[in-house]
């Protein structure tokens, strides 16, 4: 079992382009794509211990930038659907999302709703920097403490 989940995350790292490729995953999961990015990150963590921190930072970016594509595909639908039919009421959990404003985005790490939430965000023109800083806080310490769990239980996972 643990031959075949090392061949699984050698797969995923893909360690002949490392954190180019840990970029990209991870930018294409945060849009609205159905893609998770954390097996690349502990793969290339797992081969690669030296490149804990790097990976961190460029997953965070990736995941990052790919949140502030589907705030402005948010903000872009909305304007379309405006043109179309007029501005209109929102709902009660868009409503509680205006109350919260961009640090709403702090959430933009959670599975299923995270990736939306930044589209729905552009969606009511919320502020653009400030939506993408709380995105960057909240993707940063989900890949810390993800990894960090995940290195915890599987300490002798790739080490050969």
Same mark, same amino acid.
């Given at each position: 079992? #643990?031959?075949?989940?090392?061949?699984?995350?050698?797969?995923?790292?893909?360690?002949?382009?490392?954190?180019?490729?840990?970029?990209?995953?991870?930018?294409?999961?945060?849009?609205?794509?159905?893609?998770?990015? #954390?097996? +690349?990150?502990?793969?290339?963590?797992k081969?690669?211990?030296?490149?804990?921190?790097?990976?961190?930072?460029?997953a965070? $970016?990736?995941?990052?930038l790919g949140? *502030?594509?589907?705030w402005?595909?948010?903000?872009? *639908?909305? &304007? +379309?659907?405006d043109?179309?039919?007029?501005? !209109?009421? #929102?709902?009660?959990? $868009? *409503?509680?999302? #205006?109350?919260?404003?961009?640090? +709403?985005?702090?959430?933009?790490?959670?599975?299923?709703?995270?990736?939306?939430?930044?589209?729905?965000?552009?969606?009511? &023109?919320?502020?653009?920097?400030?939506?993408?800083? %709380?995105? *960057?806080v909240? &993707?940063?310490f989900? %890949? $810390?403490?993800?990894?960090?769990?995940?290195?915890?239980?599987?300490?002798?996972?790739?080490? !050969?």
């Amino acid at each position: 079992m #643990e031959t075949w989940l090392l061949h699984l995350l050698d797969l995923l790292a893909l360690p002949q382009f490392g954190l180019s490729t840990v970029f990209v995953v991870s930018f294409i999961s945060a849009t609205l794509l159905p893609l998770g990015s #954390e097996p +690349a990150v502990f793969g290339l963590i797992k081969l690669n211990p030296n490149l804990f921190w790097p990976t961190i930072g460029i997953a965070t $970016l990736g995941n990052t930038l790919g949140g *502030a594509v589907s705030w402005w595909m948010g903000l872009g *639908a909305h &304007k +379309a659907l405006d043109k179309v039919r007029g501005p !209109h009421t #929102e709902g009660r959990a $868009l *409503a509680w999302l #205006e109350r919260f404003g961009p640090r +709403a985005c702090l959430l933009s790490w959670l599975p299923v709703v995270g990736d939306p939430l930044c589209a729905v965000s552009g969606w009511l &023109k919320l502020p653009f920097w400030p939506c993408v800083g %709380y995105m *960057a806080v909240g &993707k940063f310490f989900r %890949y $810390l403490v993800m990894t960090t769990l995940l290195l915890f239980l599987f300490p002798g996972l790739g080490q !050969h």
